[in-house]
């Protein structure tokens, strides 16, 4: 890709985000987007920003972001209530029985 001068062509942080993406990958670091935009575009974006605009060009493509990655769900009264139901209409044992077949499937 040849050098681009930004303020000629009106490129946007955004896009030039996005390029720096396409060339460079979605596992590259900031500090490496940076570095290329520098390079590409003769534009000095700070790491922080470019990150704000990764996060915002994942959502928009439907990539995942990663953010609630790790958390386990916490249970809700829902649950306890279907737990419940499931007792009530299949008995203790059965609904034991289940949760040890669950436990094969994780």
Same mark, same amino acid.
């Not at 993406?21 to 940076?34: C, F, I, P």
């Not at 920003?49 to 916490?74: D, H």
């Given at each position: ?5 930004? &303020?000629?062509?009106? #490129? *946007?942080?955004? @896009? ?7 060339? $460079?990958?979605?596992?590259? +670091? ?15 974006? &700070?790491?922080?920003? #470019? *990150?704000?605009? @990764? ?7 439907? $990539?995942?972001?990663?953010? +609630? ?38």
């Amino acid at each position: 890709m040849a050098k681009v001068k930004a &303020a000629e062509e009106k #490129i *946007s942080q955004k @896009k030039m985000v996005w390029a720096a993406l396409e060339t $460079k990958g979605w596992d590259a +670091k900031n500090t490496e987007l940076r570095d290329y935009i520098r390079e590409q575009f003769d534009t000095e974006l &700070a790491p922080n920003l #470019i *990150s704000n605009y @990764k996060s915002i060009i994942k959502r928009e493509s439907g $990539k995942p972001t990663g953010g +609630k990655r790790g958390r386990k769900a916490t249970p809700q009264f829902s649950d306890l209530k279907t737990i419940c139901g499931l007792v009530n209409r299949l008995g203790v044992d059965k609904v034991r029985q289940l949760v040890e077949m669950a436990g094969v499937f994780t």
